[in-house]
C-alpha cells in the first residue's frame, strides 16, 4: 500500500518586547537566573496580571501578515498543570477565542507555489527554565524566562513532505524577522516548532493518528525527524500494528525519535477563562492603525525585486529571505547600481563566506558600501574581475577599504597596451612550437596563450586587450 505523510506544524515565537506580557519585569536575555522577576511572574497569591499592550501590537501585526481574520474580542483562559518550571500552577494562554484565526501562508516547494492555512494565533505567557546538572541529582529553576510573551502559530494539517515544512518554518521565520517582533532562532530557543506528523493510504481523505514531535531545534532538525516520523509510522503500519497518539521527541545523535509521554487532551488542562483579566477588545481602528504601519513583506519584496531590478526570481527569493540580506542587497545597489552583478557577488563569494565562517549578514565582515567600491574598481578597469576576488578575500580578513588593498598589493590591473604587448610577444617567442600549431589550424591553443600572459602579469592583464593583441599577433 502507499502511504502519503500529512503534517501540521505548532511554532513557538518569542515577541520581543522589552517587558514581560503580564507584568513590568525586564525580558532580556542572559542575566544572573532569577533577578527579572515580581510577585506578578512569580505567582504570588494574591497579584493581578496587566496585559502588555505591545504584545497585542505584536501579534495583530502578524495575524495581518499571515491574512488572518482578528477577533473583536478575544479571552485568555488558564491551561493548569503542574510542573517546577510553572509557579503559578498553571499558564495564561488562550483558548476558545483566540485573538486571530484562518489565514494563510504561501511557501514555494520544488519551484512550485502553494498555501498553508494558519488555523490560529494566539497569546500566551512563556515558563521558566530548567537545567539539570550532569554530575549531581540536581536540577535548578531559572524563572526570568516566566511571563515572557509567546506567540502561537498553529497551522493546518496541510503540509505535505518534510521539504515543505521546512519551506514553510523558513517563510514564518522571514515573515517575524521583518516585522521585527521575534529574532527566529530555533537554536537559541526563541523560535521553537512541535510537528504533528500522520500518514494514511494515498488519495484517503480521512486523517490518521498522529504524533507530536518535540525538540526540533534546527531546520535540518525538523525536516529529519518528519522523514525519520514518516517512515516509522509506515513501517508500524506495514507491520500490522496501529499508530498510538503521543508525543515523541527526537533525539539528534542517535537521529530517531523516540517516545516521551501519551498524548494529553485538551480536557486534562481544565481549561477555563481567566478571572483576572478583561476580555481583550480590538477595534477596526487599532488594526487599521497596524496595518498601515506594516513593512514591505517577504513576498512582497521578492517581487518587487523581480520588477524593479529584473532580477531572476531564484535570485529575488534568495536575496529576501532574510531582511537584514535584503536590505544589503540594496544598500549595495545605492553605491553600486548594477543588481545582477550585486546580486551575483552577494549570492556567491559573500554567502560563501559567511556559511564558512557561520555567521549572519549582520555581522558581515564586508561591509555593503565597502562590497560597491569593490566592483566599480572591476567595472572603472582598474582590476580584472579574478583579481576582484583575491581584494574581495583580503576584505574579509583585514577588513580594509578595497582601493587601500589594490594599491598596497599593487594588483592594479594593468592596460597600459605597450606593456601587454611587451609580455604577449616574449610569450610567444619562447613558444614556437605552439605558435606554428596555432597557425596551422590548433586555433583552441588560443586558451594556452591567454593563460601564459595572465601568469607572467600574475593576473594583472586586462584580459581584452591581452586577447586582441594575441589575435593579431598570431594571425600575422
Ligand atoms: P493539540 O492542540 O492537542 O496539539 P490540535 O488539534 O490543535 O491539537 O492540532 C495541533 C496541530 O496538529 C495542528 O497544526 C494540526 O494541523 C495538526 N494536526 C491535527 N491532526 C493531525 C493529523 N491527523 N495529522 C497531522 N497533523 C495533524
Ligand atoms: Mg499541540
Ligand atoms: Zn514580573
Request: hydrophobic letters at 40%; glycine letters at 8%.
Amino acid at each position: 500500500m502507499e502511504f502519503e505523510p500529512v503534517i501540521g506544524l505548532e511554532v513557538h515565537a518569542q515577541l520581543k518586547t522589552h517587558t514581560k506580557i503580564f507584568c513590568g519585569c525586564s525580558t532580556r536575555f542572559g542575566a544572573e537566573p532569577n533577578t527579572q522577576t515580581c510577585p506578578v511572574c512569580l505567582g504570588l497569591p494574591g497579584v493581578l496580571p496587566v496585559l502588555n499592550r505591545t504584545v497585542v501590537d505584536f501579534t495583530l501585526c502578524m495575524a495581518l501578515a499571515t491574512g488572518c481574520t482578528v477577533a473583536p474580542e478575544s479571552r485568555f483562559a488558564r491551561k493548569n498543570y503542574f510542573y517546577p518550571d510553572l509557579p503559578k500552577g498553571y499558564q495564561i494562554s488562550q483558548y476558545e477565542l483566540p485573538v486571530a484565526e484562518n489565514g494563510r501562508i504561501d511557501i514555494e516547494v520544488d519551484g512550485q507555489s502553494q498555501g498553508v492555512r494558519i488555523r490560529r494565533i494566539h497569546m500566551e505567557e512563556d515558563a521558566g527554565k530548567l537545567s539539570h546538572d550532569p554530575h549531581r541529582p540536581v536540577s535548578r529553576v531559572d524563572l526570568n524566562r516566566t511571563g515572557v510573551p509567546l506567540i502561537e502559530i498553529v497551522s493546518e494539517p496541510d503540509i505535505e513532505s518534510p521539504a515543505a515544512a521546512g519551506a514553510y518554518l523558513r517563510k514564518l521565520r522571514a515573515i517575524v524577522r521583518y516585522l521585527d517582533i521575534c529574532d527566529g532562532n530555533l537554536e537559541e530557543g526563541s523560535f521553537r516548532c512541535d510537528a504533528n506528523v500522520s500518514i494514511r493510504p494515498k488519495g484517503s481523505i480521512e486523517l490518521g493518528t498522529r504524533t507530536e514531535l518535540k525538540n526540533l531545534n534546527s531546520f535540518r532538525f525538523v525536516e529529519k525527524a518528519i522523514e525519520y516520523e514518516i517512515s516509522r509510522q509506515k513501517d508500524v503500519l506495514m507491520d500490522g500494528g496501529t499508530i498510538v497518539q503521543e508525543t515523541r521527541l527526537w533525539d539528534s545523535s542517535r537521529n530517531q525519535t523516540f517516545s516521551m509521554r501519551g498524548k494529553e487532551e485538551a480536557h486534562d488542562y481544565r481549561y477555563f477563562p481567566d478571572p483576572d483579566l478583561l476580555p481583550l477588545v480590538i477595534d477596526a481602528e487599532w488594526i487599521e492603525r497596524l496595518r498601515q504601519a506594516l513593512p514591505e513583506l517577504p513576498d512582497a519584496r521578492r517581487t518587487r525585486f523581480v520588477e524593479q531590478y529584473g532580477l531572476p526570481a531564484y535570485d529575488a527569493g534568495v536575496l529576501t529571505a532574510d531582511r537584514d540580506l535584503a536590505d544589503y542587497f540594496e544598500s549595495c545597489l545605492a553605491g553600486f547600481p548594477q543588481p545582477k552583478p550585486v546580486s551575483n557577488w552577494i549570492m556567491g563569494p559573500l554567502l560563501g563566506l559567511l556559511n564558512v565562517q557561520g555567521i549572519a549578514i549582520d555581522r558581515s565582515p564586508v561591509a555593503a558600501s565597502a562590497l560597491a567600491g569593490l566592483l566599480k574598481l572591476v567595472d572603472g578597469g582598474s582590476i580584472s574581475a579574478k583579481i576582484a576576488k583575491t581584494v574581495f578575500d583580503e576584505m574579509a580578513a583585514s577588513g580594509k577599504p578595497p582601493a587601500a588593498i589594490v594599491a598596497e598589493k599593487g594588483l592594479s590591473q594593468i592596460n597600459d597596451t605597450g606593456a601587454i604587448e611587451a609580455v604577449v610577444q616574449d610569450v610567444l617567442e619562447r613558444n614556437p612550437e605552439e605558435v606554428a600549431a596555432y597557425r596551422g589550424g590548433k586555433t583552441k591553443l588560443m586558451g594556452f596563450f591567454v593563460g601564459e600572459v595572465m601568469k607572467a602579469t600574475r593576473g594583472q592583464a586586462n584580459p581584452k586587450t591581452v586577447n586582441e593583441l594575441l589575435r593579431q599577433k598570431l594571425n600575422q
